[in-house]
């Protein structure tokens, strides 16, 4: 059972990572806003809100860390597809490298 | 933009109201923003509901709007954002003031640069000032070491310094302190950026 300062922990441990999350996915292939969340969902278990995910994606875009591109679709309500830059790219490796030491030094 | 169409009549007024109010949310933004934010919004509910086609149709459309939240609150974020970078590009003093009054709760130094923004505004008021009654507006230094900008009293022992001058230094401060202010909403994204 969970207590109070677990729960606390992990949701805020949920927030720390969302970026690495966000960037991991983005590294394997460009995705849509809701297209991101199911794939979020799939890898990591974690149910990201909306209302997280879009200011999240406007920040990493304002830190030049995302692109994006509207692309036509049959439906005739284009998607806005988000991929990872050279920044991105970097950071993300960066930030991989940091969560892979945290992770090796605690199985010490 | 491009309106999904509902097979559910109530379903369709709902999501009518729900986009009416993300119009009127981000309406303060330049055209462009303004097309990209609903543009997301809308391929967002589409493809939400084009991915739970399963389920009861209004119902879906309930629980995508309830995930995004009510447009006032979810879009706050991106358009104090989205016109500090507007107000930062286009030099115009109304975008100015409407960054700052957006952001006012986001920091002190947007309430330093509402301060500013009445001195800037107070300025044209003294030069209008200075044409009706040219020897009671400018920089008065008094006998006791007091000085200041403005209108001044008719007290005797002090003394004005700027004569003719007056429109042209307020006319410099105006340019100064806007470009101060500017200045100081560029600084406030490097800092932030320095920080996250």
Known sequence: MKNEFLENWHSQLRKGLLPLYVLHILDQKQCYGYELIQDIKAVFSVDVAEGTLYPLLIRLMKEELLTHQWVEQPSGIPRKYYAISAVGKSNLAEMKAYTNLIITKING | ?196
């Open chain 2, 1 to 196: 933009m491009k309106s999904i169409t509902l097979e559910n009549k109530s379903a369709q007024r709902i999501y009518n109201d729900y986009i009416h109010r993300c119009k009127k949310a981000v309406k303060i933004l330049p055209q462009n923003d303004q097309q990209d934010c609903l543009l997301e919004i809308n391929s967002h509910i589409f493809e939400y509901l084009s991915a739970e086609k399963g389920d009861d149709q209004t119902e879906a459309l309930l629980n995508v709007l309830a995930r995004l939240g009510p447009p006032e609150e979810m879009l706050k974020e991106l358009v104090a954002t989205k016109k500090v970078e507007q107000a930062k590009r286009t030099f115009n003093p109304v975008h100015l003031l409407e960054a700052i009054f957006l952001n006012l709760s986001n920091g002190f130094i947007y309430i330093i640069l509402f301060f500013l923004f009445v001195i800037e505004i107070s300025l044209p008021v003294l030069i209008v000032l200075e044409l009706i009654y040219p020897e009671r507006i400018g920089f008065f230094t008094n006998k006791h070491g007091g000085f200041y900008l403005g209108y001044g009293p008719e007290e005797s022992g002090s003394r004005e310094w700027l004569g003719n001058a007056v429109i042209p230094f307020m006319l410099v401060m105006i340019a100064v302190i806007y470009a101060f202010m500017i200045l100081l909403l560029r600084i406030t994204k490097t800092t932030k950026k320095i920080l996250q």
